[in-house]
Structure formats: C-alpha cells, structure tokens
DNA sequence: CTTGACTCTCACATCGGTGTGAGGGTTGAG
DNA sequence: CTCAACCCTCACACCGATGTGAGAGTCAAG
C-alpha cells in the first residue's frame, strides 16, 4: 500500500510517517516511481510506534527496542552487546514504573468518577 | 521548606519548579522576602507530576486531573461539570491504553532478555 | 490531453518541556 | 563588613514531535 492508505488505516498524518522513516523507525521500498510501498505489517509497526510515543518514549528508544520485539525469534542475538542490553533492561525498568504511575493515577481517577456516581445517583436528574 | 531543598529532594532543577508553579500544577506560598515556601505534601506531588509528564500527560490534563487525586475525599464534588467528568473518563481510558501498550511491550523486551540470558548462559565467559 | 488526487522533497513554523544565563536581592557564617 | 550560597524574575535558546505549505512529478479517469 502506498503512504495515504498506511495513513488512513494508522490515523496518522503523512508528515509523520516520513519522519518516522526518518528516524529509522519504519522503513519503506519504493517503487519505480519513487513512492513508498507498505506491507501489512507497517501497519501494527505505525500504530506500535505511536503508542510508545504517547507513552512518553523517545523515537531514539523506540529504535531500539523495536528491533527486539515481536518479530519471528530469529535475529540480534550477535548484535546484543552489553550496552544494549543494559539500555534494555534499563528501559524495561522505566516502562515499569510508568505503568505503576499510571496505574495508581488511573485508578485514583476511576474511584473519584465512582464516587461522583455514588453521590449523583440517588438524585434523579428531572 | 525552599525551593532548592525542594529541588534536591524531588530530584527536580529549580526551573522546572517554577514551570509546573507557572503551569497552575503546584502553588507555593511566599515568605516575606518573596522566597517560595513549600511544605512535605510537595514533594511528592512534584514526584507524582514528573511521573505522569513522563508518562506522556501534558501539563494542561494533568492540572485538570490532579485535584481530584489523592486527596482527603472532601471538595471537588460540586465543580464536577459534565465536560470535566467526561475529561476524567476520557484522559482515563487513554492511560488504560498507555499501561496496555507498555505493559505488553515491556514484556516483550523481558522475554527477549530472558532468551538472550539462556543463550549466553551455557557458554562460561572464559 | 487535461484535470484532480495522489505522491515526492524541502523548509520553515509551532508547541511543550527543559537548559542556561544575566542582573539583582537576601541571609548566615567568618 | 564581606563573601558564599541561596533566592528572585526575565528572557532567550534548544530539542523533539508535529503542522503547514510551496513547488514539482505520477497516474487514472474523463
């Protein structure tokens, strides 16, 4: 597929499915014409990337550890050197702690709506 | 206590004290001299601020959501517009998301270590 | 052939969070 | 008194993610 479909199908404006490419995150063929080709699984890829975003990592990180993800088992166990692995479990441990940040927020939120409709409720609105 | 004991304590540069005071998300009083003047609950308010704008939260939702955290459960029942609580509910599926994504690339890099971990196992370094 | 929808690259703008420094007041220890 | 270590405000700079638009090529439908 061609860049406005992966748009449409990722909710994400061209612009940054180049800048994506830019940073090596996702990286496209090109047809004859120059165009970029998507297969079907730049499309889980986009929306992986974007969700890591809105989770407050860096697309410097995100090149990282998406290497290591959800692909077939079968390659970077040469090119793991203990840096990178440090950065990894780093990172893990950071991703860690936000989700207990929001975890603990988030459920803060939901006992105070719980609340507000525990006192709303017995009041009819009409 | 002053803002640099503050800083100290939260592990936080006195700039962005100021930033998240300007933003509305903490409110210091002022002794006669003009200095801030902050007291324990502070600290892990700031705490729990940083945790949430690394969790990718913006200033502007986290002031909205902030006073209806972790307080005693006594004000904050009458200004409970529709919008606002329609904003609660909304800001707190996105954080369910955001835990859903982490969570799962979390473990994701944990497996890989894991593996990584058991490969290099069997091999003594020497 | 023309037109409209799509694509390309390039470049500048914006926005939020953060860094840094200038210029100046306050205060406590020596 | 003086000096160091604080604090103040203000303002400009930076960086990463994103918006926007200009100028030009591609291509399918009419």
Do not use: W
Request: aromatic share 6%; net charge positive; hydrophobic share 30%.
């Amino acid at each position: 597929m061609r860049i406005g479909e992966l748009a449409k199908r990722t909710n994400t404006p061209h612009r940054l499915l180049r800048y994506y490419e830019e940073q090596g995150l996702i990286l496209a063929e090109r047809g004859p014409n120059g165009y970029r080709r998507y297969n079907e699984n730049d499309v889980d890829r986009v929306i992986q990337i974007r969700g890591l975003l809105d989770a407050g990592l860096p697309t410097r990180i995100i090149k990282q550890i998406l290497p290591c993800l959800n692909k077939p088992r079968n390659i970077f166990f040469k090119d793991a050197t203990p840096e990178m692995l440090a950065t990894l479990r780093f990172e893990r441990d950071r991703m860690t702690e936000r989700i207990r940040c929001l975890t603990k927020n988030r459920d803060a939120i939901g006992e105070y709506l719980s609340t507000v409709e525990k006192c709303r409720a017995p009041e009819p609105t009409s």
